[in-house]
């Protein structure tokens, strides 16, 4: 396999000032830019083994396994159609979504084409909707060497089992005349480009620099083709962490840092992929926010490292973008977190619109990670700890329409095995993936500690609201000549088509054809009900209108009115109001009347009607 050695880029770029608190502005330093071409790797799977909270430390499930030593995890996730990518310091695994892993390699060798060292760490991953590709990274580094890279690698499609296009980046950076290599990843995206983020540190002293971004745009890597990577250098801050949209459509990127325990900086890149890209940042004040403690007290006497106030992360969907970090409540570690407005990000008015903290009087709460998936849910996954909970792996959220200062109870997604932690770090980051499946579920990697006592991790998928497909469980015609077909030919689009011939008409304005369809919803609050309905007609001139059956009122509520054609037509119609209404609080049944009527001049009669498919899409709160 070949790769390249590019030159090492020095970047000579300015210092930025800090703004005075709730203002905006943008990084003013000169941008240095590289283009970086891709090796490929060839990946192959291990002999399959039924595990899915996985540790590096035992020998006997990692052959050769050699982030033994290396603490804490960094776990990261990213969920495909099919498959559950996960990376920890510093080894790749994949399991499909049962928990049954099938690849196993160290990032050593899974980056050998590229990488300069042996060291590598921080790893970051997601599964990107737009490409259908998997993309991870890991920090490659070898301070004495003075080696700083960031090696990229993205899947050729949706499968991770196939080829990966790799890419090394020089993530060295100049500053002030300071050489400094990057820690602390962080990474992020939008529907056009990626956005890597990492502390800087002097090569000479380790001493802090401020942060680089690292930018490009994201299209070549479908191919495997060069990128043309852009670097910047904020000076003033550390710890940002970048975050990934919900939704699509957004020109920014957005990330976080905390300043002070009143101010935190928001980060926006705006058209990463764009000839003018630039990074926007506003100092919003945030009330007062206590600094958490540095430690957590575990069982046994042990102590974990919160991370302090330094554990951010950030999500984004539509115009509102959430921060999650430590903070202090109780007199023990919390989580908070703030939403903001972000329509006009780039000027200094980033109103907030959310804010809430979670908390407990018993336990400790810290590392927290944050997530949107495409309904606008969001999602917190953190670490709880007390003298008798070693270190419990917690999950919670909210609907985008739920109240101000709310989220869901905590819940235990795993429990530690061991109860003597002894390797002290913890973190530095927890993931939270989207399924690219439905968009919906939540797929979340953290730590928790295993039987030997040292860390492990644990995947974990739960859903904060769920889309509900449900077919009808019966349907007759109560005007209407059936012709062919049954219920069952309603279940899906295929050609298998429930037919009436029109009937007589009794009464003014009844409709000749009726179909009645009973089904059954989920459980769980309602937050949409939308029918669907494939159908055609065997002549033109005819409208089919779709009706719901209200519970409270007793009543046919129309919801939706169109023509049908002669061939399939897709009528979609939605619910609105008090959605409970429309179902049945004893049995959990769901009504729906659909009629055919003419609405002009028609050809044959009497007319046919062909049903090829009713389908509900439920979505509840979990």
């Known amino acids: 396999m070949k790769h390249q050695a590019w030159p090492v880029l020095l970047l000579a770029l300015a210092a930025t000032t800090a703004l005075a608190t709730n203002q905006a502005g943008r990084i003013r330093s000169k941008r240095a830019r590289q283009t970086v071409s891709a090796a490929r790797q060839n990946t192959y799977a291990f002999a399959p083994t039924v595990r899915y909270v996985w540790n590096p430390d035992a020998a006997a499930l990692f052959p050769g396994g050699s982030s033994s030593t290396i603490a804490p995890a960094d776990p990261t996730v990213a969920v495909g159609p099919a498959c559950v990518l996960q990376a920890v310091n510093s080894e790749v695994r994949i399991f499909d979504k049962s928990g049954l892993m099938d690849f196993q390699q160290t990032a050593a060798d899974f980056f050998a084409p590229v990488a300069q060292s042996t060291s590598l760490t921080s790893p970051k991953a997601y599964y990107d909707t737009t490409m259908a590709r998997y993309v991870l990274l890991f920090l490659d580094t070898d301070v004495p060497s003075q080696v700083c890279n960031v090696v990229l690698a993205v899947s050729d499609d949706s499968d991770p089992h196939g080829t990966w296009f790799l890419y090394r980046i020089d993530a060295k950076t100049?500053?002030?005349?300071?050489?400094?290599?990057?820690?602390?990843?962080g990474l992020g995206a939008n529907d056009d480009g990626i956005a890597i983020t990492g502390n800087r540190h002097a090569f000479s002293d380790g001493s802090p620099g401020g942060t680089a971004f690292?930018?490009?745009?994201?299209?070549?890597?479908?191919?495997?083709?060069?990128?043309?990577?852009?670097?910047?250098?904020?000076?003033?801050?550390?710890?940002?962490?970048?975050?990934?949209?919900?939704?699509?459509?957004?020109?920014?990127?957005?990330?976080a840092a905390w300043t002070s325990e009143t101010s935190l900086r928001l980060y926006g890149l705006r058209d990463p992929a764009g000839p003018l890209p630039t990074i926007f940042f506003v100092d919003r004040s945030v009330g007062t926010t206590p600094t958490a403690p540095a430690t957590a007290l575990s069982t046994n006497g042990r102590l974990i490292d919160t991370n302090g106030t330094a554990a951010m992360s950030a999500s984004a969907f539509g115009s509102r973008m959430s921060v999650a970090y430590n903070t202090l409540a109780n007199g023990r570690?919390?989580?908070?977190?703030?939403?903001?407005?972000?329509?006009?990000?780039?000027t200094a008015s980033v109103p907030i619109v959310d804010v809430a903290t979670v908390s407990s009087p018993s336990l400790d709460y810290f590392q927290p990670s944050i997530r949107y998936n495409s309904n606008g849910d969001l999602a917190l996954m953190?670490?709880?700890?007390?003298?008798?909970?070693t270190a419990d792996v917690m999950v919670c959220g909210k609907t985008i329409n739920e109240p101000v200062a709310f989220f869901s109870a905590p819940v235990v997604a795993a429990s530690a095995v061991g109860s003597a932690y002894s390797q002290f770090?913890?973190?530095?980051?927890?993931?939270?993936?989207?399924?690219?499946?439905?968009?919906?579920?939540?797929?979340?990697?953290?730590?928790?500690?295993?039987a030997d006592d040292l860390w492990t991790t644990a995947i974990e998928n739960w859903y904060v609201s769920r889309t509900w497909p449900e077919s009808p469980t019966d349907a007759t015609w109560i005007r209407g000549t059936v012709q062919s077909g049954t219920t069952a030919s309603l279940a899906s689009e295929d050609g298998d088509y429930f037919v009436a011939r029109a009937g007589l008409v009794l009464f003014a304005g009844e409709a000749p054809a009726q179909l009645s369809v009973v089904s059954v919803a989920p459980t769980g609050q309602v937050l949409s009900l939308e029918l669907d309905v494939v159908a055609k007609a065997n002549t033109p001139g005819l409208s089919q209108r779709t009706s719901l059956w209200n519970w409270t009122t007793n009543s046919w509520v129309t919801v939706g009115q169109s023509p049908v054609g002669t061939g399939n037509t897709l009528q979609s119609s939605s619910a609105t109001g008090t959605l409970a209404d429309y179902v049945d609080p004893a049995t959990h049944g769901i009504r729906a009347r659909i009629v055919w009527f003419q609405n002009g001049l028609v050809l044959l009669w009497p007319w046919l009607v062909s049903v090829d498919r009713v389908g509900w899409r439920i979505r509840t709160r979990q």
């Open 174 to 185: 100049t500053s002030s005349a300071t050489l400094a290599w990057m820690d602390y990843a």
């Open 214 to 255: 690292i930018y490009f745009d994201k299209t070549p890597l479908q191919s495997g083709a060069p990128i043309s990577v852009i670097a910047q250098v904020d000076t003033d801050r550390q710890n940002v962490q970048m975050g990934f949209n919900g939704d699509h459509g957004s020109p920014f990127i957005f990330g």
């Open 333 to 346: 570690a919390a989580v908070r977190f703030f939403s903001f407005d972000t329509s006009n990000f780039s």
């Open 382 to 389: 953190f670490t709880a700890c007390s003298t008798s909970v």
């Open 425 to 450: 770090d913890w973190g530095e980051n927890f993931s939270i993936g989207v399924d690219g499946a439905d968009g919906e579920g939540f797929w979340g990697t953290a730590m928790t500690v295993g």
